[in-house]
């Protein structure tokens, strides 16, 4: 799998944008970005992925640089239930959690 | 659907002791995933099926640890025996398919053996 590199932690405050970021720069052409996150005692869960173009749904927003060496993860109204770690991966047969980027939102 | 249903939620078993934890996937998914999580490793997957066949196994730690798939809808992960370092959260998850697909975890069961 391509390496992901993400800060250990961020901080946001709630109702701004939170903007995670990742850095993949040995990405190959065909290879997805995909970002799950684990909000605490619970399961991983699945919040957006990519290719090359930028992508938005219900939960997030991704953009992904145009060499796509790099990517942000954007929750536009962070909230105190966006509490959780963060995981970039870049999968090719299967996901490879690393350490992710711990987010805290405070009131 | 009720999502990716693991049973027990919690166990609590002694060292020695044999443990079964078990997964339903969601109906339909052809792959089924089994992770541990720890705080000193993080989130390890073990292994995982793809139409009931264990396709890598290469996260399993050791002979102690064994996993089947007998149907579509039921996975089971087995220890025996038990060690006190086999203590951690366990994951089940299921997809469409091995790569690319978004996967669903269950809500974990929280092993701890004494």
């Known amino acids: 799998d391509a390496k992901t590199t993400q800060p250990t932690s961020m901080d946001c405050a709630e109702g701004r944008a939170a903007n995670l970021p990742c850095n993949h720069s040995t990405i190959s052409g065909n290879e997805y970005v995909y970002w799950y996150r684990q909000i605490h005692s619970q399961g991983p869960q699945y919040i957006i992925h990519?290719?090359?173009n930028n992508e938005t749904n219900e939960m997030a927003s991704l953009i992904i640089t145009e060499d796509r060496k790099s990517s942000t993860l954007i929750l536009p109204h962070a909230t105190l239930r966006d509490t959780a770690v963060y995981y970039c991966?870049?999968?090719?047969?299967?996901?490879?959690f690393g350490t992710g980027t711990r987010l805290q939102v405070f009131p | 659907d009720a999502g990716v249903i693991q049973s027990p939620r919690h166990e609590v078993t002694e060292m020695g002791q044999e443990v079964t934890l078990r997964c339903k996937p969601i109906?339909?998914?052809?792959?089924l995933f089994w992770y541990r999580q720890t705080m000193m490793r993080g989130l390890e997957l073990l292994i995982y099926?793809?139409?009931?066949?264990?396709?890598?196994d290469s996260g399993m730690p050791e002979d102690r640890f064994s996993a089947k798939m007998p149907n579509a809808s039921f996975s089971t992960l087995k220890i025996q025996p038990s060690e006190p370092r086999d203590s951690a959260v366990y994951f089940c998850?299921?997809?469409?398919?091995?790569?690319?697909?978004?996967?669903?975890f269950g809500p974990g069961t929280r092993l701890t053996v004494l």
């Open positions: 991966i870049v999968p090719t047969d299967k996901l490879i």
């Open positions: 998850a299921s997809s469409f398919s091995p790569s690319r697909d978004t996967q669903y």
């Open positions: 109906s339909g998914h052809n792959s």
């Open positions: 990519g290719l090359k």
């Open positions: 099926f793809n139409n009931n066949v264990p396709i890598d």
